[in-house]
């Protein structure tokens, strides 16, 4: 789910949900820069839908062509073209995993059995400044600086993503989205959206529309995926929100796992 918010002229928010690959951009520049610069981004990504693999490689590879594209496609911008980009890939090297990626201060959440948990780290100033003691997460709500990034994609330099492996498990709940949907809800907001909607497609409207009311400074992107089953362990719970008769599983079968997931 996506929207322009009540501010802004244009979405310069993009998205892409290509399995395995699902990711949001958030640009940044002059004019139609940011929208030019996010859309080349997720094109890129859009690239490796169908992958029966994808590796950090290839993330790599199609983040440094979309930043000849963001070049090509923007022109000369007197602020320039960039935009931030972050999501999930799923990998299944050794086991199946969440591969997430992150440029800038768009964010990855995971919510599971009712507790929330932010995966990446954005690459902001105030981030920065938190991670070294200046300032205090209350102080960098309000911070002047609390809408600069330190990374992004474009603006004619290497794309550097950072990574992180998470478990991929049935049960799981995980939400992609632009800054436009953090500066709008807190924590305990995103929380209460991700545990009392039955559905994916209920959380992300709810959350997208939440934050639009709220105030919506920016635009508001929202990703939500619901992992039902992974190999053999299927979490009953969550098939049966996905509008799936449980009656249709047979207990006795060693492939359906209706006992609780632990995490690793």
């Keep these: 789910m996506t929207d322009v918010g009540r501010r802004r002229e244009t979405n310069q928010d993009s998205y892409v ?78 086991q199946p995993t ?18 929330l948990s932010q995966i990446t780290v954005d690459h902001s100033v105030v981030q920065h400044l938190i991670d070294t003691g200046a300032i205090t997460e209350e102080e960098a709500e309000t911070h002047p600086h609390a809408n600069v990034i330190t990374r992004a994609v474009g603006f004619n330099e290497a794309p550097i993503p950072e990574y992180t492996s998470l478990a991929l498990i049935p049960g799981q709940r995980i939400l992609i989205c632009s800054d436009g949907l953090t500066k709008e809800l807190t924590d305990i907001g995103i929380q209460h959206f991700l545990a009392t909607q039955e559905t994916a497609e209920g959380a992300a409207t709810m959350l997208v529309r939440q934050a639009v009311e709220n105030a919506g400074r920016d635009n ?42 632990r995490v690793p």
């Design 17 to 94: 949900t290509m399995p395995p690959v699902f990711a949001v951009a958030d640009g940044m520049g002059g004019h139609s820069a940011g929208e030019v610069a996010s859309a080349a981004v997720v094109r890129r990504l859009a690239e490796l839908g169908g992958s029966e693999r994808v590796v950090e490689a290839d993330i790599d590879a199609v983040l440094a062509d979309a930043v000849d594209d963001i070049e090509l496609d923007a022109g000369e911008t007197e602020l320039g073209a960039g935009t931030t980009v972050t999501g999930v890939c799923l990998s299944t090297d050794d």
């Design 98 to 115: 969440w591969k997430v990626f992150n440029i800038g201060d768009s964010r990855v959440y995971q919510y599971f059995k009712g507790a």
């Design 220 to 261: 508001v992107t929202a990703i939500v995926i619901d992992v039902h089953a992974v190999g053999d362990v299927v979490d009953t719970g969550s098939v049966t929100a996905a509008g799936i008769d449980l009656s249709e599983l047979d207990p006795e079968d060693p492939e359906v796992d209706t006992e609780p997931v």
